[in-house]
């Protein structure tokens, strides 16, 4: 597992507009969710996370090590990110190209390669399209091709930008599993997303961004149970946190089967 140490970070794109300002935390073996607002730096923070971006101020520490000092490809095979949009990560012309294509260039050996690309496939249930062009599958499938191509480097940290975006139930339901198998592997996930339901439904750890700094980080629970917080990041309670509320029930209601298992 990697430990990964984020000092006092501050990044701007321009030098008139901070966009980071002094996030500090460290990242711990928990699934953990980052919730906000649009622009309020999420994705920005994950890019420095992965290296993509130099942080203007502050340092972020894998193992102890500021990442700044560490190798691209040294990187690459420690921390894995798949992006919000797939059409930013895919460039292979069948998918099985593209899922090959990270382990061989972090130097991963053969036959450790052909099991962590067969494995990621089927994570991703896209065992038997192997040859199909990613650019001729639909939106919610050429996502699934991004993240078994991630899945197949088999770094120590995942990191995913919106996963559930253009997913229906299946989807969803495919991407908790990959989440849940990750967590189960001991694996660090991180995961940017705007579906409250899916947050609880499967992290335990939730930080809030708002306008470039951490507004509140702890569990699923206490995050969802801080109405007046959630309000003031423009951020709503899942659907059955709400409802429970709504009719008056007492306690944070996080899922259908927690009201269920009491009533
Ligand atoms: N390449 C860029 N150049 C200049 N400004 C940028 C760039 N990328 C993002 N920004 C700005 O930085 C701020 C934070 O953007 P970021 O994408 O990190 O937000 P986010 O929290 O991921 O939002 P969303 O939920 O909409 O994805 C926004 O004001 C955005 O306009
Ligand atoms: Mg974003």
Same mark, same amino acid.
């Given at each position: 597992m990697a430990r990964i140490e984020i000092e006092d970070l501050y990044f701007s794109y321009? &030098? $008139? #507009? #901070? /966009? %980071?300002k002094g996030v500090r935390l460290t990242l711990d073996q928990r699934p953990t969710a980052i919730i906000g607002q649009n622009g309020a730096g999420k994705t920005t923070f994950v890019k420095l996370l992965k290296g993509l971006l130099r942080p203007t101020g502050g340092r972020i520490l894998l193992d102890g090590q500021? /990442?700044?000092? %560490?190798s691209a490809a040294k990187l690459a095979s420690r921390i894995g990110m798949v992006f919000q949009n797939p059409n930013d990560q895919i460039f292979k012309n069948t998918v099985m190209a593209e899922v090959s294509f990270g382990p061989r260039q972090i130097g991963m050996p053969e036959d450790k390669m052909r099991i962590c690309c067969q494995k990621a496939l089927e994570a991703a249930r %896209? +065992?038997? %399209? $192997? $040859?199909?062009? &990613?650019?001729?599958?639909?939106l919610s499938a050429r996502k699934m091709v991004a993240i078994a191509s991630i899945l197949?480097?088999? +770094?120590d940290t995942v990191i995913f930008d $919106? &996963? +559930? /975006?253009?997913?229906?139930h299946v989807g969803k339901e495919r991407i908790r599993q990959i989440i849940r198998g990750l967590a189960g592997e001991g694996k660090s996930v991180i995961a940017i997303l705007h579906d409250m339901d899916f947050v609880a439904d499967v992290f335990e750890r939730v930080i809030v961004f708002m306008e470039g700094r951490i507004l509140m980080d702890g569990s699923v629970r206490e995050v969802f149970a801080d109405r007046d917080m959630l309000e003031r990041a423009y951020l709503e309670q899942p659907n059955v946190t709400r409802l429970c509320h709504e009719l008056g029930y007492r306690g944070v209601y996080l899922k259908v089967e927690e009201l269920l298992h009491e009533t």
């Open positions: 321009r &030098p $008139e #507009e #901070e /966009i %980071l500021d /990442i700044a000092g %560490l %896209l +065992t038997g %399209l $192997e $040859e199909k062009n &990613p650019y001729d599958m639909g197949a480097m088999d +770094t $919106e &996963p +559930t /975006i253009a997913q229906d």
